[in-house]
């Protein structure tokens, strides 16, 4: 199977969402975007449109230059702790808090307040697992997305940001019991500490032996210096003024170095290449990676009514944010390593396949009944950028339209 017939349209989709090289400010556009499309056996599709930086004279993009990937980093850790499964060092339904202290000390925090006007805590006694941390029903949240979490942010002088990303910044309460409900938080980097204390490794070193390395992934690392050429193949991100305009600037202030104390962040620590990511994918399709059954498992919807029902109120209150291929009031559920879609997206991927993103308006998706596998890649803030939605969507269809041939 092949892309031949496409392979034009998909190069115009490209072209026609990125900025001219002599422009700093571009009204509607990208600066660089690169697009992978894969099946069980080969690349279907590989193209890139774009530069490196806001300057005439930048080198150009391609599927080898290097983004952050942001919370694209979920799904690898995710068939990391999977591994672990198949192997026996740990289950999916076995305390986490056994290996990672942090997890049996965090308490929920409440509505009410106390005497000195902050938020009141409860004891949380449902243990946390390895399956609560990959589907997001761990009671864990981003502090940004939750009312509750930014109210003790503030009492307790919590940064919602911080150039300091050691495991301290991770430690917050929970926002339900595990298992009561769905909310996007830092389960994976959680989960990432967890599979530092199971195997003695450090998460970097542990994806670099069974990841990285083995399906020749040279562009992909928590740490710059340990990709080779970094510095010169690295994009610069932008930044989308609001609608009516909608010109991308340069983003100068933006950084996600580690730093000496930092950890290597599960859920969203690492740089990479849309190359890269795809051997990642379709390492992922050929089961390479993984037993059929525990593939079989990370694809099958895992949440309840009231969690799944909590997923469903997130997508609609921020769609463009969260899932912007999706058409409003789709059925979707959560597996163990992204969002399923529960039924088809017509003239798109199927129903059962899996997806997600990062911060910086990259995306991805697996879908096994077709047998491909996608993956977008960009740097624009802020998340659910527009013209990601619109060049994404065409992709797709462009995609799915040659398939059907």
């Not at 409860?122 to 243990?127: D, H």
């Not at 912007?324 to 003239?347: C, K, M, R, W, Y």
């Not at 065409?394 to 398939?403: D, G, R, T, W």
């Amino acid at each position: 199977m092949a892309l031949k017939g496409v392979k034009s349209r998909l190069d115009n989709i490209l072209e026609a969402f990125v900025a001219p090289p002599d422009i700093t400010v571009a009204e509607d556009k990208l600066l660089a975007a690169g697009f992978v499309v894969v099946d069980r056996n080969d690349v279907l599709y590989s193209g890139a449109a774009g530069h490196l930086r806001f300057e005439p004279d930048s080198e150009k993009y391609t599927v080898d230059s290097i983004s952050w990937a942001a919370s694209m980093t979920k799904l690898i850790t995710a068939v990391c702790l999977l591994q672990l499964v198949e192997r026996g060092l740990m289950g999916l339904d076995e305390d986490a808090g056994a290996y990672v202290p942090q997890l049996k000390e965090m308490q929920i925090v409440t509505d009410s307040s106390n005497e000195a006007g902050n938020p009141s805590m409860k004891e949380n006694k449902s243990p946390i697992t390895l399956r609560h941390l990959l589907t997001h029903t761990s009671g864990l949240s981003y502090v940004e997305v939750h009312p509750r979490l930014l109210k003790w942010a503030e009492a307790v002088g919590r940064p919602l940001d911080s150039n300091n990303r050691d495991l301290e910044y991770y430690v917050m309460p929970l926002v339900f019991a595990p298992g009561e409900s769905w909310a996007y938080g830092t389960g994976l980097d959680w989960a990432g500490q967890l599979l530092e204390k199971v195997t003695g490794q450090r998460l970097g070193a542990y994806m670099q032996e069974h990841i990285f390395g083995p399906l020749g992934m040279s562009s992909t690392g928590f740490q710059p210096r340990d990709i080779p050429n970094f510095e010169t193949r690295s994009t610069a991100a932008g930044h989308r003024s609001p609608a009516p305009d909608q010109t991308l600037t340069p983003l100068v202030s933006f950084s996600r170095r580690l730093g000496e104390d930092d950890i290597e962040s599960g859920g969203a620590g690492l740089f990479g290449s849309p190359a890269d990511y795809a051997k990642f994918l379709q390492a992922v399709l050929q089961g390479r990676l993984l037993s059929p059954e525990t593939t079989e498992a990370m694809f099958t919807p895992q949440l309840s009514e009231e969690p799944r029902a909590a997923l469903e109120k997130f997508f609609a209150a921020l769609p463009l944010m969260m899932l912007p291929e999706f058409d409003a009031g789709v059925s979707i559920d959560h597996g163990l390593g992204g969002v399923v879609n529960t039924q088809d997206s017509p003239g798109k991927r199927h129903r059962g396949s899996m997806a997600w993103g990062g911060m910086l308006n990259s995306r991805w998706w697996i879908d096994r009944d077709a047998g491909i596998a996608g993956v977008f890649f960009t740097s624009v803030l802020p998340t659910g950028d527009p013209v990601v939605k619109r060049v994404y969507n065409e992709l797709e269809e462009a995609v799915y339209s040659e398939l059907s041939q």
